[in-house]
């Protein structure tokens, strides 16, 4: 049986990720450090409105050399079935050193339908090689409030689909 987080356990884990026991072979020379939810007014918080835009923050720290790697958020229902993945473009891919950390944002316009979901981060080499992987380590609660000024277009999800409208960012600090 898999654990499942409460999002009161959201904000206490998101600092700590890198103490997590992770599979066999997982987060040995890169390892997800952190991660947040950021509401469209950039507060940090697990509780988004339907249809407001939001972002999700990863921090990547290098424990080896490594490079071609991208990082990857999977969006899950209470059930564990996978519902949306994004993954950062192959122009973002990055490589690491050690001790450095690469910091990602991932800046999602899709529309959730109201509910409670599970965030799944990965980071992965050459397209199809995990190196690191959280399943479930989050929560991300969509409220069912409609907002007019940030719905420009609905779109609601009938199954496993890819974030088409997801804008990445990669930035990399050295020495962090």
């Given at each position: 049986m898999e654990l499942y987080y409460s999002s009161r356990d959201t904000e206490r884990l998101s600092d700590n990720l890198s103490l997590l026991k992770r599979a066999d072979g997982m987060g040995g020379e890169v390892a997800i450090d952190r991660f947040y939810i950021f509401n469209s007014k950039f507060k940090k918080t697990n509780i988004i409105k339907f249809g407001e835009t939001f972002h999700i923050e990863i921090s990547v720290r290098g424990f080896a050399s490594m490079e071609d790697l991208q990082m990857v958020v999977g969006i899950d229902s209470i059930m564990g079935e996978r519902i949306a993945t994004t993954i950062h473009a192959k122009d973002l891919s990055f490589e690491l050193n050690k001790d450095e950390v690469a910091v990602g944002k991932v800046f999602l316009k899709e529309y959730f339908v109201p509910g409670t979901y599970n965030?799944?981060?990965?980071?992965?080499q050459h397209?199809?090689?995990?190196?690191?992987?959280?399943?479930?380590?989050?929560?991300?609660?969509?409220?069912?409030?409609?907002?007019?000024?940030?719905?420009?277009?609905?779109?609601?999800?009938?199954?496993?689909?890819?974030?088409?409208?997801?804008?990445?960012?990669i930035e990399k600090n050295i020495g962090v």
């Open positions: 965030i799944t981060l990965a980071v992965r397209k199809n090689i995990l190196v690191d992987k959280l399943k479930s380590i989050g929560t991300l609660v969509i409220e069912p409030v409609v907002d007019d000024s940030c719905i420009d277009e609905v779109y609601l999800p009938g199954g496993y689909f890819h974030l088409q409208k997801a804008k990445w960012t």
